[in-house]
């Protein structure tokens, strides 16, 4: 078992950043992909990025390329989502997890284990 929380979530003007953290704990952390993905109100859950175990490859969302920068640390079990040049349509709640195995992974299905979210809104 693995157990996820993300917190840094918040409310952001068009062009600023924020910074998410997923704290991990369970399971050994360091073997496994970690993903983020979000989800906006009447829409589906999209991914964001994915981090591999080591030594970090790294996914981006077209959308989000450039923009975001998905970390992780391995000494601490946590993983975070550095955001920049927020845009309105990345309002969503945001949702961290950890996949199955040690790779980076697009796909959901994918992923075993998801955190509680955490709100990110950003304003025009």
């Known amino acids: 078992q693995v157990q996820l929380v993300e917190s840094g979530g918040g409310l952001v003007q068009a062009g600023g950043s924020l910074r998410l953290s997923c704290a991990a704990s369970?399971?050994?952390?360091?073997?496994?992909?970690m993903g983020w993905f979000r989800q906006a109100p009447g829409k589906e859950r999209e991914f964001v990025a994915a981090?591999?175990?080591?030594?970090?490859?790294?996914i981006y969302a077209d959308s989000v390329k450039g923009r975001f920068t998905i970390s992780r640390d391995n000494g601490k079990n946590t993983a975070s989502l550095q955001m920049n040049s927020l845009k309105p349509e990345d309002t969503a709640v945001y949702y961290c997890a950890a996949a199955r195995g040690p790779n980076a992974v697009i796909r959901d299905y994918g992923y075993d284990y998801w955190g509680q979210g955490t709100q990110v809104t950003v304003s025009s």
């Open positions: 981090i591999s175990w080591s030594p970090g490859s790294t």
């Open positions: 369970g399971r050994t952390f360091s073997s496994l992909g």
